[in-house]
């Protein structure tokens, strides 16, 4: 029965290469006594087949069923035929017992040399006296023999303590090593587990930090003293800033990068992770504090596509440090992190999205009491008014003027209907599910002019309308809606227009010209950051605009007028060339 091991077994390739030295010298000894027959060497040639296996077996990590016993033994039956073989202790070849012996010390120590040597000698002593001559040699050769077995039984123990001792010494390296690696890949499981079940953008940057310097470092107290800089860098309003750090001054984390030169343009715009040194020397990581005592770095690209997040970033003060395995083990966590920041973005995206609908909503509810307040409600309560006037005519028999004060009444009741039908119009506009955004904007002009008297001239690309969805033609007629209302309500334009047409493959410019009152922008704009109530028009257009992934821009200045534009994308793919043109 065979066994295969993992590792190699030293003795069984000590013991082979002894047998070989020793058929060597055996070949040597036949030849100089002429003794090189077939009839004579048959043993020799039986025992370097044997020898042969056993080294088949050595290199395949392979072991027979008592491998040693059965070593020992076969050694020490070949080296008894060939030793008869030979004519004995007179043959050329009379010191064959050496090699039982040094098998037996290789495999059993101080033991097994001692007792293959007494076996050895006892066969010379029975195979002298078989041939009944002279045992004075055979003594001698037996005494030897003896000698030898217990000088090569002490030496084959000590060789084999020392073997011992250096295989615990490797295997402990290893388990070390095994140990290290596992520490490792339970860092990494941890990152990857962390960063998959949260959202919250601080924990994936804190986590990511954290996890690389266990990953990197498995030794726990190691780790609290290794001096190792880390930092994650993420765009905001055009800048890299930092996100998280490790080993950064109050200073540092201030610090702003335009990651235009030196290490970081090259990982932003090659999109490959950077191995540097000298970082004091760099145009922009150089005036970073910490990492002045640092002589070697990784700094690795967050992106995804043509996404770019940042960077992750680390140094450290041993030149040496951010070897190969090191710098795989940041790849790993990086693309990772990168996972992780996207689907933060993603989710912090959603949240906003979800804040900003709520307030649109908000907005909308706040706009639909206005316009009942300042409309239909202030009707009805005229209307209230003339009807307890026109009671107290009837009172009074004053027939001609309760005449009058009803007829007043019945204007004020038709217009307040129109009101309401106009409310109701915009508040559900059911020709644009029916017939499409041209016919909803035609109607809301003729309304418009029927309402209120404002005119409002419409000129819309078909097949630019065609190409849009359902839900983001509602998203335009209300903006549309918005943006002539407000021309009517602030601007008193005389007239209106809005024109839709095809701007550039896969995009429409959407304009609504006024000639009114117009107003500054600027000032406008920085009323919107604040949410005042002047800008909340404004603030309408934006959100408005961001729904269907356009582009808000609005020229206006007071007295000439104002000219909203949308630019708006039709596919996904004209939507990033789009914000991508806007961003540089």
């Not at 693309?335 to 906003?352: F, P, S, T, W």
């Not at 819309?460 to 969805?469: G, H, Y």
């Amino acid at each position: 029965m065979m066994r295969r091991f993992e590792t190699p077994y030293m003795a069984d390739w000590f013991a082979i290469s002894l047998r070989w030295i020793m058929l060597v010298g055996l070949v040597v000894s036949l030849g100089l006594g002429g003794r090189l027959g077939i009839q004579t060497s048959w043993p020799l040639g039986v025992m370097i087949f044997w020898n042969l296996g056993m080294t088949a077996l050595a290199s395949l990590n392979v072991r027979v069923k008592y491998h040693r016993f059965f070593n020992v033994s076969v050694d020490l039956v070949l080296a008894g035929a060939f030793y008869w073989v030979q004519g004995g202790f007179r043959g050329p070849a009379f010191w064959t017992g050496l090699l039982p012996i040094l098998t037996g010390s290789i495999y059993f120590e101080f033991l097994g040399a001692v007792s293959t040597a007494f076996l050895f000698a006892a066969f010379i002593f029975y195979s002298g006296m078989q041939a009944a001559e002279d045992m004075s040699l055979a003594s001698t050769i037996a005494i030897a023999l003896l000698v030898l077995g217990l000088v090569f039984g002490f030496l084959g123990r000590r060789m084999m303590d020392h073997m011992r001792k250096n295989r615990s010494l490797w295997f402990d390296e290893e388990d070390k090593k095994r140990a290290i690696q596992n520490e490792r890949m339970r860092a990494i499981y941890e990152l990857t587990s962390t960063l998959s079940s949260t959202l919250s953008y601080k924990r994936v940057l804190e986590s990511a930090l954290d996890m690389s310097a266990a990953a990197l470092n498995p030794d726990p107290e190691q780790l609290i003293s290794d001096p190792l800089v880390g930092a994650v860098m993420l765009f905001n309003g055009g800048k890299l800033r930092i996100g998280s750090a490790r080993r950064f001054t109050s200073s540092d984390m201030r610090a702003t990068f335009d990651g235009a030169e030196g290490i970081l343009k090259k990982a932003l715009e090659e999109g490959d992770p950077v191995f540097f040194k000298d970082i004091g020397y760099d145009a922009e990581l150089g005036r970073v504090i910490a990492l002045r005592t640092c002589t070697s770095g990784y700094c690795f690209p967050l992106r995804s596509g043509f996404n770019v997040y940042g960077v992750l970033l680390f140094a450290h003060p041993d030149p040496e440090y951010f070897n190969s395995e090191r710098r795989n083990l940041l790849d790993i966590i990086g693309r990772q992190a990168v996972i992780a920041i996207q689907n933060a973005r993603l989710y912090q995206d959603l949240v906003e999205e979800k804040e900003r609908m709520i307030e649109v909503h908000e907005e909308a509810r706040k706009k639909l009491a206005r316009d009942l307040h300042d409309g239909p409600t202030q009707s009805v309560a005229a209307m209230a008014m003339r009807l307890n006037i026109s009671r107290r005519m009837i009172a009074k028999e004053d027939v001609k003027g309760a005449t009058e004060e009803l007829v007043k009444l019945e204007e004020l009741a038709h217009r307040t209907t129109k009101e309401i039908r106009h409310m109701l119009f915009t508040l559900r506009p059911l020709i644009l599910e029916s017939q499409g955004l041209t016919a909803a904007l035609k109607a809301m002009a003729d309304k418009m002019q029927e309402t209120f008297g404002q005119k409002v001239t419409v000129n819309i690309d078909e097949r630019v309308a065609d190409q849009l969805e359902m839900g983001k033609q509602g998203v335009i007629f209300y903006i549309i809606e918005e943006a002539v209302n407000n021309a009517r309500k602030h601007a008193a334009a005389e007239t209106i227009a809005v024109r839709m047409r095809q701007l550039d493959v896969g995009i429409s410019l959407l304009e609504i010209v006024d000639n009114g009152a117009g107003f500054d922008v600027k000032a406008m704009e920085q009323s919107y950051d604040k949410r005042s109530n002047s800008s909340l028009g404004m603030v309408n257009l934006r959100e408005r605009a961001e729904l269907v992934n356009g582009l808000l821009q609005i020229d206006s200045a007071p007295g000439k007028g104002t000219k909203v534009q949308v630019y708006i994308p039709l596919t996904e793919e004209a939507a990033d060339r789009l914000h991508h043109g806007r961003t540089n």
